[in-house]
């Protein structure tokens, strides 16, 4: 999309010929799991249709456009990897909006307005997004779809960016290196800079955030997390729940992975339990698995199912020339393969669990069952996710607080944990 958008206003020829063989490759393929990046696709063909004109490459993204967006959830977010993650709906956000920028096309206004309504839940306190407890872990975020939504009219996208930008000991940037900066967020923020200034001079000028075609007002509404306010998500398994005190959002689907904060920053973060099943390989309860049964009533809610086994893979300099070499002699063949060793892991162990969690209004009262047929040695999960996901294991201030433990061997434990956001302390119960 870049490339062609550089070719257009500067006019140049040379690259013609490399757009249009990519574009065919585009139209014959699709991405069915990670879905940012399918829109990716469909913002590039928009641009070089934009480009040359072909009606072929119009053709191939309408196919692609239809079939990505019958794929949005009734929540509003788009799959990734069997759940929603928070860092790439925001790439998802802002390749739509780039998609409508180039296109004019309406049927994208309602889903952008949709995942902008959903994204803004897990906009925390501190000025961060997103983590933990969503499907890849991602805590970076792209910039320009909230500024072009803003032009839409979408006071929500107003409010989040108010948020993102506001004073904070912290800063979701910290979580990108300069891979993912250079990959797509350096050109999002371009993007949104260009785009704040056609916002600024269109707007009218008054008291409140003024944006959008000249045509309204739009004032910064409250986000969630700054009132007390409580949202179940069914088809994702999160959960919001905020009051005066603190902000927790749960991922069900991830065993009930939990981060709690207060109006400044994280306080606790509490990712369940692993087993160490060899030296390489463990079973976990935050795994993505939406085999999960989970529920939500008023003030609690609660998952169970089985922990995920999964195998540690450990980055060698042999295994990875080893990849090369089979990367180059089959292509992008091995890629379907590696996501589903890596990426995509439905095994299971033996170990049930189930966990209970109830607020109040100071304090979450977390409640484990942990159950296996043989005496097995349970240790407190870390934040690190056991899922490949390398824009997802980059610094969070997260680190430094969900801290690895051992609980002890067992075949059988009742665990029960009060985090009391007035005190900072944590009570641990043996039931």
Known sequence: MSTCEVVRRLSIKNYISAIEKTSKWLCEHSETQALNQ????????QAAHNLLGHQWVKGGLERKLTVFLSRQSADGWFPE??????????VCLDMMCQYHKLSDDERVVEPIRKVVEFFKYFVHPDGTVGGEYASRNTTCYMPFGFEYAISLGIADAAAIKAKLYSPSDVCAMDAVDD?????????SFCRALEQEQINSTQGNGGSTLSYGHGLRSIKALPLPCDIAEKRYFLESG??????SSYTAI???QKGGTLILFDKDKPRFVDCGYRVSCGSKTAAATNWQDSGTQYNFDENKCATDGVMSKVTIKESTPILSMGLRVVAF???????GWLKRKIILVNDHIDIAFKREIEFSENTVTVTDELRSPTVVRFDRADNMSLRYVASGKLYSATDLIA?????????????RHVYNLNTDET???ML
């Open 179 to 187: 891979r993912y900066f250079s990959h797509y967020l350096l050109h």
């Open 81 to 90: 990897y069997g759940g929603a993650d928070i860092g790439y709906l925001s």
């Open 238 to 243: 999160l959960v919001h729940y905020s009051t």
């Open 329 to 335: 002699m089959v292509g992008n063949k091995i890629i």
């Open 250 to 252: 749960v991922g069900l």
């Open 403 to 415: 801290q690895r433990k051992t609980v002890g061997q067992y075949k059988a434990v009742k665990i």
């Open 427 to 429: 009570k641990e119960i």
């Open 38 to 45: 399918e829109m990716a696709s469909i913002a590039a063909l």
